[in-house]
């Protein structure tokens, strides 16, 4: 099966759970168990290969100039990693049917669960690192939606919060590790980098590549310092805790340190730091564990302690220390979900996880003790359980890592852990299922059906299997270690078996089993100790710290972000400044390369006009209709200035930009005062102008500059000019860049102004909806009105411009590609054409005769362009490439098609819809309820008024 659908199988499937949800539980569960058990069968079609030492390999391009492919890789490591994440999977689904009661939403759980599992197949599959980062945050976001899937509990909403901003951050940390080392490494795909070993480690780049990496490892599988993350995300269903601690999210991290061995692994800070957290994690971890009376929050603390076993393995970079670290994933995955799922059980059966409160329950639940001792004693390290074996190896490579100098620091701190671990596991089983039965248990304890203790009861068995016969795996562990390592080492192949002789890790094994046993034995003492010492409290420090930081924000944003745009305006003019000052005293400046070209009298006058109209506007601002006019005067004057400077595409835009502009703003003064009140006192005033007058006049200078020296780079419009008509058909290079170079873009701002228009209607509704509504139909004008409101010669005159400007519309739309115009230009030319019959003759004349929403209107030319951007697809080419041929129709000349000209007819459309909605939706505010707006086009009309005329009709 291809690679790309067993990746794709489990977000595909995730549409399916919610739709089978009102066919039942079994419909639900089984749709999800179908769609994970044909990934897990597409992922065993490439099993041969694997085995056979093949890479197989699978990509499309996809942001090729980013360097971001979606290209995925199979060998033997993501194997191994896939295997666990859907063959425990479907165990999880198996028992999660069955654990969820009837008031849980079962379509919900298995969506997220499948969500999740997509994304943790899609990071151990990735060849690209930036295609990893993907499914590397898609894991975060869907273990929170996990975590938090009970939101009536508290604790529940706390471990989801707390799991993503901890697992977040190191994201966003490992984000930039990732980009450091593709630039090291000259490419974004895995397999060449993991070719470039020596150029990686010789790098000066390679210290922050390897701290912001391990950032993000140890974030998501709960090293220390953070590992306090993962035992609060116990609050999930037991379902969620078992796949996350056993094969999925903490092992992320786990997974992208062993994929990451052979190029990182093998330095002196790889070393320290990777061996120095995973020891401190797994003693800490182990000890906490011991005292926890929580069934999962002692499993999540183990947890903990054998990632930080697995991570000091993994830390010693010696290829049997990677071995052994493949070699405890293994048996790890496989004791651990038995034991959350026992735990499950236990919860479910006794309605209590408090060991306490249990005791005497291999009475009462024999299969489930049966299950959950084997475990724990795997747990613990007893022999002919897998647990041992890979503990074995873990105490040998212990013995041989020096740290510090120190020949005895690493195997006295793993002979601690591991006596820890083996206190804590001998407790789960004498604590829970020994002693005497109790009569105060919540409810009566008793083994579940089959559908429950089935799955943890399969894993049991290979727990068993293996530690008996550790030969059936070892080629399977050999082929994953060997992924791992790649060519940087040899690797052993003798050590996976039961005994091995009087070595030293026998001895270190004894020691501690028998001091877990001895710790078990001295619990209650020794518990006193650990209640009465005093200690931190991750979670209490956790909570301060994101409350400071939260504190620290708030009074930082209070201070700036106080809704004063003058403010905003000024840091920012500020800043500017001060930065272009900063570049222009310290940088170097040519001597001018161009000569002033001589003004006359023409471009000196529209200067001096736009100069008055700006300075009018400063001091005339607050009288609002005569900023409007003057608005427009300065506007007018910069389409002379395009016109004077050949620019006749943006001529016309601006033009008929302002005329727009102009009727849709005085529509907008009808609902506000003359004049704008004084708000600001002088020394704010004084200052907003010495800033304003620095601004522009560093904006001048710095324009000045420029416009009298060479272009430091070729201007990318040479590009343009040599490529519009040879790469868009068209010879106006304007519009080849609005529907082709840059169509991307103007897809975009259609878009906004789509989105534009519909929020005024949507404010509009809102405001005719609600107690405004009285007050703006109640509304008295505060000047006379004109009493002929629908002129004659108005009338008149728009009906007769009407024709003609639409048929200038259209000559202006299809000249557009190769002349000045375009769709944009002509949308604004006929929407001044349909405005104008508003102004003439009313809302209510001009709405009765509208045959086509606005609404629609914008959302056809919005379709429109996408679908013809979308069309490039089909030819190989990327999105909004366009295409051209010419055709000639007898008797007519040889013309162009282009698909532009599709292109353009969705810029016009959205174009028109926009302007006319945002009219129309002034133009319902603007009623009166004293008014009544007249149905006919004017208001005088001689046949309508004559009473002989209206007997006549009559």
């Given at each position: 099966m291809s690679l790309f659908l067993i990746v794709a199988l489990p977000f595909l499937g995730?549409?399916?759970?919610?739709?089978?949800?009102?066919?039942?539980?079994?419909?639900?569960?089984?749709?999800?168990?179908?769609?994970?058990?044909?990934?897990?069968?597409?992922?065993?079609?490439?099993?041969?290969?694997?085995?056979?030492?093949?890479?197989?390999?699978?990509?499309?391009?996809?942001?090729?100039?980013?360097?971001?492919?979606?290209?995925?890789?199979?060998?033997g490591l993501g194997f191994f990693f896939a295997l666990l994440i859907l063959g425990i999977g479907l165990l999880i689904i198996t028992y999660g049917r069955f654990y969820l009661s009837r008031d849980d939403n079962m379509g919900e759980f298995f969506t997220y669960l499948l969500l999740f599992q997509g994304a943790m197949v899609g990071i151990v599959l990735s060849d690209n690192i930036l295609l990893l980062l993907v499914f590397w945050e898609l894991t975060s976001l869907s273990s929170f939606l996990l975590i938090g899937y009970w939101k009536h509990l508290p604790e529940g909403r706390q471990g989801a919060r707390m799991a993503l901003t901890v697992t977040g951050m190191g994201g966003l940390a490992m984000v930039g590790g990732m980009l450091i080392l593709g630039q090291i490494a000259g490419s974004y795909d895995?397999?060449?980098?993991?070719?470039?070993?020596?150029?990686i480690q010789e790098s000066p780049l390679y210290l922050p590549a390897l701290l912001l990496i391990l950032l993000g490892c140890f974030t998501k599988s709960a090293q220390f310092p953070f590992h306090f993350w993962l035992p609060h995300a116990m609050a999930a269903p037991t379902p969620v805790s078992a796949y996350?601690?056993?094969?999925?999210?903490?092992?992320?991290?786990?997974?992208?340190?062993?994929?990451m061995w052979p190029v990182l692994s093998g330095t002196p800070e790889w070393f320290v730091i990777v061996t120095t957290a995973g020891l401190i994690t797994m003693v800490i971890g182990a000890f906490i564990a011991v005292f926890k009376h929580d069934l999962k929050a002692l499993l999540a603390f183990s947890t903990v302690s054998h990632l930080g076993l697995i991570t000091m393995l993994l830390g010693t970079g010696t290829a049997f220390g990677a071995m052994a670290a493949v070699f405890h994933i293994l048996n790890h995955a496989t004791f651990k979900a038995a034991l959350f799922m026992s735990a499950g059980i236990v919860d479910h059966e006794a309605h209590t996880r408090d060991i306490r409160r249990l005791g005497g329950l291999r009475h009462l639940m024999p299969i489930t003790f049966v299950i959950a001792t084997v475990a724990a004693l795997s747990m613990a390290g007893i022999p002919l359980l897998n647990g041992f074996l890979s503990k074995e190896m873990m105490l040998e490579e212990a013995h041989h890592t020096v740290l510090f100098g120190s020949h005895w620091l690493v195997p006295a701190l793993a002979v601690v852990g591991s006596l820890f671990s083996a206190a804590y596991s001998f407790r789960l089983i004498a604590h829970t299922f020994f002693g005497p039965k109790r009569d105060d248990y919540p409810a009566k304890p008793h083994d579940p059906g089959p559908g429950m203790w089935m799955p943890p009861a399969i894993l049991v068995v290979l727990v068993v299997v293996i530690g008996v016969a550790p030969f059936l795996v070892q080629d399977f562990v050999f082929m994953v270690a060997k992924a791992v390592i790649g060519d940087v080492a040899p690797l052993e192949t003798k050590y996976i078996k039961i005994w091995h002789g009087l070595v030293p890790a026998l001895f270190m094994s004894i020691a501690a089993v028998v001091g877990g046993l001895l710790l078990l034995a001295a619990f209650r003492p020794a518990l006193r100790l650990w209640d009465a010492a005093p200690r931190p409290e991750?979670?209490?420090?956790?909570?301060?710290?994101?409350?400071?930081?939260?504190?620290a924000a708030r009074a930082f944003t209070h201070k700036l972000h106080n809704g004063a745009f003058s403010r905003y305006g000024a840091i920012m003019a500020v800043t500017v400044i001060a930065a272009g000052y900063f570049a222009w005293t310290t940088g170097t400046v040519g001597a001018a390369t161009r000569e002033m070209q001589?003004?006359?009298?023409?471009?000196?006058?529209?200067?001096?006009?736009?100069?008055?109209?700006?300075?009018?506007?400063?001091?005339?601002?607050?009288?609002?209709?005569?900023?409007?006019?003057?608005?427009?005067?300065?506007?007018?004057?910069?389409?002379?200035?395009f016109v004077f400077f050949s620019a006749p595409d943006l001529a016309m835009t601006q033009i008929t930009v302002e005329v727009v502009t102009i009727i849709l703003l005085l529509l907008a003064l009808n609902f506000l005062p003359n004049h704008t009140p004084v708000e600001s006192d002088v020394m704010r005033r004084t200052r907003d102008a010495v800033v304003a007058l620095a601004g522009g006049l560093a904006a001048m200078g710095l324009s000045f500059h420029y416009l009298m020296r060479e272009a430091v780079t070729t201007p990318i419009s040479e590009f343009h000019l040599a490529n519009s008509y040879k790469g868009g058909g068209g010879t106006n290079v304007v519009n080849v860049i609005l529907v082709d170079f840059r169509g991307f873009d103007t897809y975009g701002e259609i878009i906004v102004l789509g989105i534009a228009a519909l929020l005024i209607y949507a404010l509009t509704e809102t405001l005719l909806s609600g107690p405004v509504r009285a007050r703006l139909l109640n509304r008295k004008p505060d000047q006379p009105l004109a009493g002929d409101m629908h002129p004659t010669m108005m009338v008149v005159l728009t009906r007769v411009i009407m024709p003609v400007v639409l048929m200038v519309g259209f000559y202006i739309f299809l000249r557009g590609h190769n002349e000045p115009g375009g769709g944009f230009i002509a949308g604004l030319v006929v929407s001044i054409a349909v405005v104008m019959q508003y102004m003439a003759s009313g809302f209510s004349w001009t709405s009765a005769r509208l045959?086509?929403?606005?609404?629609?209107?914008?959302?056809?030319?919005?379709?429109?362009?996408?679908l013809t951007g979308i069309g490039s697809w089909f030819v190989a080419k990327p999105f909004l490439t366009s295409d051209f041929t010419y055709v000639r129709i007898p008797p007519f000349q040889e013309f162009e098609l282009a698909t532009a000209a599709l292109f353009d007819l969705g810029v016009f459309l959205a174009v028109v819809g926009a302007v006319m909605l945002s009219l129309e939706s002034f133009s319902r505010l603007a009623r009166r309820a004293h008014v009544r707006d007249s149905e006919h086009p004017m208001d005088i009309d001689p046949s309508r008024d004559d009473p002989e005329t209206a007997e006549g009709r009559a």
């Open positions: 995730a549409l399916l759970p919610g739709l089978m949800n009102s066919a039942g539980r079994q419909a639900c569960a089984g749709i999800t168990f179908t769609v994970t058990l044909a990934a897990f069968i597409g992922l065993l079609t490439n099993a041969p290969a694997v085995f056979a030492g093949e890479v197989v390999q699978a990509g499309v391009n996809w942001l090729p100039a980013l360097g971001m492919n979606f290209t995925l890789m199979l060998d895995l397999s060449v980098i993991l070719q470039n070993r020596e150029l996350l601690h056993s094969a999925t999210m903490v092992k992320a991290g786990i997974f992208l340190m062993a994929r991750a979670k209490t420090i956790f909570e301060a710290l994101i409350a400071g930081v939260v504190a001589p003004a006359g009298p023409v471009p000196i006058a529209g200067w001096v006009m736009l100069v008055a109209a700006t300075g009018a506007l400063v001091f005339q601002h607050r009288n609002r209709l005569l900023s409007l006019i003057l608005i427009g005067i300065a506007g007018l004057m910069v389409s002379v200035g045959r086509y929403p606005y609404h629609g209107v914008i959302g056809a030319g919005v379709l429109i362009a996408g």
